[in-house]
Structures are given as structure tokens and as C-alpha cells.
């Protein structure tokens, strides 16, 4: 799959790129999803044959966890190669779409802030900005899975190139296979609820750390007659994320807010969610997050977070290979959280034991429609990421009734 075989949904405020931008786009998307796909699935057969062997003659046993298979593996030539190649696959991701935002601005700033900037606009949604939220350093320190100046970098007054950057960046990086509007998770998720808990029917909804409201929309859709509001603490993708929801027709309230001190009054939402979030949190922030979910969702509300899974359902080589982005992307808390106990953390945060729950959902742009209906009505293994029905992509998501 690549993104020239599946253009991505125009908005009027996408960055387009020009026949040479897309053809660059298109090959680091592609070779991304190359070295991921066919010569990181190499990756286990190497373990199995070559290094896992000689672990075991050297030690007497086979390794314990992901940290000694990490240091072993990593000595081997195709795991080096392999791991040079992520990185700079994904640095080239991002590089591919610098061109194309730089030479979309100035003039796409003032066309977003001609909407989001001035009374009088007629407009479906609201933007509600605050310069006083604090940026906490776990998610300044570093550019976050290599994208350049990271989510809040304004280089201007009223500035949404980041946004802009995201937008398209992550398309580039999905090869597409978010769908094409970057939505398939969000779709997934809400769709989800939706028919696993007919009898909801939710009035007002969160979304924590929206960024541009890929996964956010969808709910617009599902949920018609609730009204849909996001949160993130970065000002340009506020920005960016307003201007997109309403070129798209949907009316969505975005909130510029440090997720660990919403200022929403306790019991304002009826579903509160959020979308690969917590492991770009520390452990002390997820804690404080998942408190102030609990205090702004309503009596008989849901939390649901759409996460990575967890490691403690995985053999000591599936978890290496899923925490090499801790090591390798700029993705700091990435093993910490995989690590996390989430049943512990939720109830830490308020939530009654007994109220837990955890899906495997399935990606609605992938899966069979069997496959949804099976995770509907829970006949999908609870907690195992790596359960296969065909080939598709399935969610880990964990949770709480309120």
C-alpha cells in the first residue's frame, strides 16, 4: 500500500504537495513501510535461528525479557541494519514534507487565521485558546517520533504550520493506512462504542491530546447529536485542527489545555477518550491524566483510550520489537508505558475495580466485517495485540464505567 494509490482526503487547508513533493512522499512512505513490514518481518526469523540460538548456548537458558533479547539482538548485522533503516526511513517521512508546508506559508497561515482569528466568522465549532497552559517537559525535551519542532513550535504570531506539518506528515507516514483521512482509528473507536453500548447515546464527549483531530471527527459522524470537543496543549495544531473541522463541514470545540489540569467542571462528559496518547506521558502525568478524566466524566460515563499494548502479554522478543521506537524514535516514555499495569493506574484514579474494562478492536479500514461484529460482541481474545483474525490491524483500548 502507498499513498499515490490512495490519495489523501483534500480539505481546503491541506498542505498540497507539487508532482516532485508527492513523488518523494511517496517513496520514504513506501520504503518506510518496506523496511517495517517485509525486512522487519525478517527480524524473527533471525531471533529464532541465529541469535536466540547462541544466546541460549552461551547463557544456558532463553533470554529472560525484551532488555537482553534488545542487547543481543542489536549486535546481530540484519538487526543493525534493520534499526538504521527505521530511523532513517523516518526521518526521510518527515523531511519528504517539509518542502511542502514551507511552501504553503505565509499564505496558509493567513487563511486559517482569517477563519479562527476574527469575530464575526460564521463558524460550526469554537477554538478556545489559552497562553497561560503550561508545556510540560515530557513533551518539550524532545521532537516526539522525529517530527521538527515537535507539536508546539510557533515560529510566528498565530501560527499553525505545525498542524499543517501533522496533517500531512502522518499520512506520509501511515502509507495510507489510517485511511485516507487519517481517521481509522478514531472511526474504529467511536464506531465501537456506538454499537457495543447502544444504549449510551452520550450528549458531550472528550477527546485528550486531539492534535488535529484526525481521530476526533469521526465522532461528528457516529454521534450526531453530541457535541464533540477536543483538547491539546499546543496553540498551532488548536489552530490548525479548528480550520480543518470546519472546512470539513464538522462542528467540533477545541480547547488549548494541559490534559493533567483540564478546566472542564467535574461531571461535564458522558464518554471521555483518547487516542495513543499516554505513551508520550510520563508515569507521573498518566496518573494525573486518568484523575482528571475521572473527575470531569459524568456518573455513568465511559473512558475508553485507544493504546499501544501492553508488553506483559507478549514474549521477551515481540516486546522488543515493539519498544524499539523507546530507544531509537524519540519516543521516551514509550517502554514505561508499555510496561504499565493500566487496570492498576485507572483505579488508582478513582475508578472502581469492577468497572475496568479492556477491548481489542479491530481497524475498521482493514478488518473484515465479521471481524467488528466478533469484537462487538466480545468473542475477540481480551489484551492479546498479536491475535489474528486474517491479517488486520486490531487496537488495544483500555477503560472504565464511571
Same mark, same amino acid.
Given at each position: 500500500?502507498?499513498?499515490?494509490?490512495?490519495?489523501?482526503?483534500?480539505?481546503?487547508?491541506?498542505?498540497k504537495?507539487?508532482?516532485d513533493?508527492?513523488? !518523494?512522499?511517496? @517513496?520514504?512512505?513506501?520504503l518506510? *513501510?518496506?523496511?517495517?513490514?517485509?525486512? +522487519?518481518? &525478517? %527480524?524473527?526469523?533471525?531471533?529464532?535461528?541465529?541469535?536466540?540460538?547462541?544466546?541460549?548456548?552461551?547463557q544456558?537458558?532463553?533470554?529472560?525479557d525484551?532488555?537482553?533479547?534488545?542487547?543481543v539482538?542489536?549486535?546481530?548485522?540484519?538487526a543493525?541494519?534493520?534499526?538504521?533503516?527505521?530511523?532513517?526511513?523516518?526521518?526521510?517521512?518527515?523531511?519528504?514534507?517539509?518542502?511542502?508546508?514551507?511552501?504553503a506559508?505565509?499564505?496558509l497561515?493567513n487563511?486559517?487565521?482569517?477563519?479562527?482569528g476574527?469575530?464575526?466568522?460564521?463558524k460550526?465549532?469554537?477554538?478556545?485558546?489559552?497562553?497561560?497552559?503550561v508545556k510540560?517537559?515530557?513533551?518539550t525535551a524532545?521532537?516526539?517520533?522525529?517530527?521538527?519542532?515537535?507539536?508546539?513550535?510557533?515560529?510566528?504570531?498565530?501560527?499553525?504550520?505545525?498542524?499543517?506539518?501533522?496533517? !500531512?506528515g502522518? @499520512?506520509?507516514?501511515?502509507g495510507? *493506512?489510517?485511511?485516507d483521512n487519517?481517521? +481509522?482509528? &478514531? %472511526?474504529?473507536?467511536?464506531t465501537?462504542?456506538?454499537?457495543?453500548?447502544?444504549n449510551?447515546?452520550?450528549?458531550?464527549?472528550?477527546?485528550i491530546?486531539?492534535?488535529?483531530?484526525h481521530?476526533?471527527?469521526?465522532?461528528?459522524?457516529?454521534?450526531?447529536?453530541?457535541?464533540?470537543?477536543?483538547?491539546?496543549?499546543?496553540?498551532?495544531?488548536?489552530?490548525?485542527?479548528?480550520?480543518?473541522?470546519?472546512?470539513?463541514?464538522?462542528?467540533?470545540?477545541?480547547?488549548?489545555?494541559?490534559?493533567?489540569s483540564?478546566?472542564?467542571?467535574?461531571?461535564?462528559?458522558?464518554?471521555?477518550?483518547?487516542?495513543?496518547l499516554?505513551?508520550?506521558?510520563?508515569?507521573?502525568?498518566?496518573r494525573?491524566?486518568?484523575?482528571?478524566?475521572?473527575?470531569?466524566?459524568?456518573?455513568?460515563?465511559?473512558?475508553?483510550?485507544?493504546?499501544l499494548?501492553?508488553?506483559?502479554?507478549m514474549?521477551?522478543?515481540?516486546?522488543?520489537?515493539?519498544?524499539w521506537?523507546?530507544?531509537?524514535n524519540?519516543?521516551?516514555?514509550?517502554?514505561?508505558?508499555?510496561a504499565?499495569?493500566?487496570?492498576?493506574?485507572?483505579?488508582?484514579?478513582?475508578?472502581?475495580?469492577?468497572?475496568?474494562?479492556?477491548?481489542?478492536?479491530?481497524?475498521?479500514?482493514?478488518?473484515d466485517?465479521?471481524?467488528f461484529?466478533?469484537?462487538?460482541?466480545?468473542?475477540?481474545?481480551?489484551?492479546?495485540?498479536?491475535?489474528?483474525?486474517?491479517?488486520?490491524?486490531?487496537?488495544?483500548?483500555y477503560?472504565?464505567?464511571?
Amino acid at each position: 500500500m502507498g499513498i499515490v494509490a490512495k490519495p489523501q482526503v483534500d480539505h481546503a487547508f491541506l498542505a498540497k504537495p507539487s508532482h516532485d513533493e508527492l513523488a !518523494r512522499q511517496s @517513496y520514504a512512505s513506501n520504503l518506510r *513501510m518496506y523496511t517495517l513490514a517485509t525486512i +522487519g518481518g &525478517g %527480524m524473527r526469523t533471525v531471533y529464532d535461528k541465529r541469535v536466540k540460538p547462541q544466546f541460549e548456548k552461551a547463557q544456558g537458558r532463553a533470554p529472560k525479557d525484551e532488555h537482553e533479547v534488545r542487547k543481543v539482538m542489536l549486535k546481530d548485522p540484519y538487526a543493525r541494519a534493520w534499526s538504521s533503516m527505521m530511523r532513517a526511513a523516518q526521518e526521510m517521512v518527515w523531511e519528504s514534507v517539509v518542502p511542502t508546508v514551507e511552501r504553503a506559508q505565509p499564505e496558509l497561515n493567513n487563511r486559517i487565521e482569517a477563519l479562527v482569528g476574527k469575530p464575526g466568522v460564521n463558524k460550526m465549532g469554537s477554538l478556545s485558546l489559552d497562553p497561560s497552559t503550561v508545556k510540560p517537559k515530557y513533551a518539550t525535551a524532545v521532537d516526539i517520533h522525529l517530527m521538527p519542532g515537535n507539536y508546539e513550535t510557533e515560529r510566528t504570531p498565530n501560527d499553525a504550520t505545525q498542524g499543517a506539518f501533522y496533517d !500531512r506528515g502522518v @499520512y506520509v507516514y501511515q502509507g495510507g *493506512m489510517g485511511g485516507d483521512n487519517c481517521h +481509522g482509528i &478514531g %472511526m474504529s473507536l467511536a464506531t465501537f462504542i456506538a454499537r457495543k453500548f447502544p444504549n449510551l447515546k452520550p450528549k458531550k464527549i472528550l477527546d485528550i491530546g486531539c492534535t488535529v483531530g484526525h481521530n476526533l471527527v469521526p465522532y461528528c459522524d457516529v454521534f450526531p447529536d453530541a457535541e464533540i470537543h477536543g483538547v491539546d496543549m499546543s496553540a498551532p495544531v488548536m489552530r490548525y485542527a479548528h480550520a480543518r473541522a470546519e472546512a470539513m463541514g464538522k462542528a467540533v470545540h477545541f480547547h488549548q489545555m494541559n490534559a493533567e489540569s483540564l478546566k472542564f467542571p467535574d461531571n461535564s462528559f458522558d464518554v471521555v477518550t483518547s487516542v495513543i496518547l499516554f505513551h508520550e506521558t510520563s508515569r507521573t502525568a498518566l496518573r494525573q491524566i486518568l484523575k482528571e478524566c475521572h473527575r470531569v466524566l459524568k456518573p455513568g460515563g465511559l473512558m475508553l483510550h485507544m493504546e499501544l499494548p501492553r508488553t506483559a502479554t507478549m514474549d521477551p522478543y515481540d516486546a522488543f520489537y515493539l519498544d524499539w521506537d523507546a530507544y531509537y524514535n524519540n519516543e521516551p516514555y514509550y517502554q514505561a508505558y508499555t510496561a504499565t499495569d493500566m487496570k492498576d493506574v485507572i483505579v488508582g484514579a478513582g475508578f472502581a475495580p469492577d468497572k475496568y474494562v479492556e477491548y481489542l478492536i479491530p481497524d475498521l479500514v482493514w478488518c473484515d466485517p465479521a471481524e467488528f461484529d466478533a469484537a462487538v460482541r466480545g468473542d475477540l481474545a481480551r489484551g492479546n495485540a498479536l491475535a489474528r483474525w486474517g491479517e488486520s490491524i486490531k487496537w488495544s483500548t483500555y477503560g472504565a464505567w464511571k
